[in-house]
């Protein structure tokens, strides 16, 4: 059993650049959340996707979108980056269906991609 | 809005002595509760959860409804436990998970 995997490990972007990052679930799992991580903050969930539809946001605004592919990796994006968008990019999956995790889900997380606005 | 807060940014203990994380939440409805670790150069990952009223590594967590706390604890601290806790937040059947911004528990020889 593989574990969930992200890429880059690290990225630079200047301001108004766009960046896509990707994150490989763990095998046997169909749900993919994201999450943004500043400097000493705790993970701030993005979305989710479940079976390559989105299934859940927080507050982040419409340049942040994502995809799910049928084997259930994804991809995160971010139009018009911004300095405030620096932060670890964290990618967690796990087996939770469409109603989202429950109790007894597990989520595994990924190393994380640390991107950088300049 | 639910909300998680871990008033304690750092936390040092010497080895064998109890330890407390403190996490406070408010949430009007039926929480599900997380504690999430991540030791040095690792990932991030679940410690223990409410539901299952289970002692993981030596820890256990306690909801109190009435003063919205779940505190991890620990009688006897190891040096192995030095690491970052995070304490998480979920709605029933919801996907949007909550975090605390953290503390970062240093048990000193």
């Known amino acids: 059993e593989t574990g969930v995997t992200q890429s880059p490990t690290h990225l630079i972007k200047t301001r108004g650049q766009q960046v896509t990052l990707r994150c490989s679930s763990q095998s046997g799992h169909n749900t993919v959340s994201w999450y943004q991580q500043a400097l000493g903050q705790g993970p701030q969930f993005i979305f989710q996707?479940?079976?390559?539809?989105?299934?859940g946001r927080g507050n982040f605004p419409p340049r942040f979108s994502g995809l799910q592919f049928p084997n259930y990796s994804s991809e995160l994006n971010v139009n018009a980056l911004e300095l405030d968008d620096s932060a670890l990019y964290l990618c967690a999956s796990s087996a939770a269906g469409r109603g989202g995790l429950t109790s007894t889900d597990t989520q595994y997380f990924g190393p994380g991609t640390r991107l950088t606005v300049l | 809005a639910q909300r998680v807060t871990q008033p304690e940014k750092l936390l040092s203990v010497f080895k064998g002595a109890p330890v407390e994380l403190k996490c406070n939440y408010s949430y009007s409805g039926s929480p599900e509760l997380f504690w999430y670790v991540q030791y040095s150069r690792q990932r991030l990952q679940l410690l223990l959860r409410h539901i299952s009223r289970e002692s993981i590594k030596g820890f256990t967590a306690d909801l109190n409804k009435g003063e919205t706390s779940f505190h991890l604890k620990k009688p006897f601290a190891q040096e192995e436990d030095s690491a970052m806790y995070y304490c998480a937040l979920s709605r029933y059947n919801n996907n949007d998970m909550r975090f605390g911004a953290g503390t970062r528990l240093t048990v000193k020889p």
């Open positions: 996707y479940y079976r390559e539809e989105e299934n």
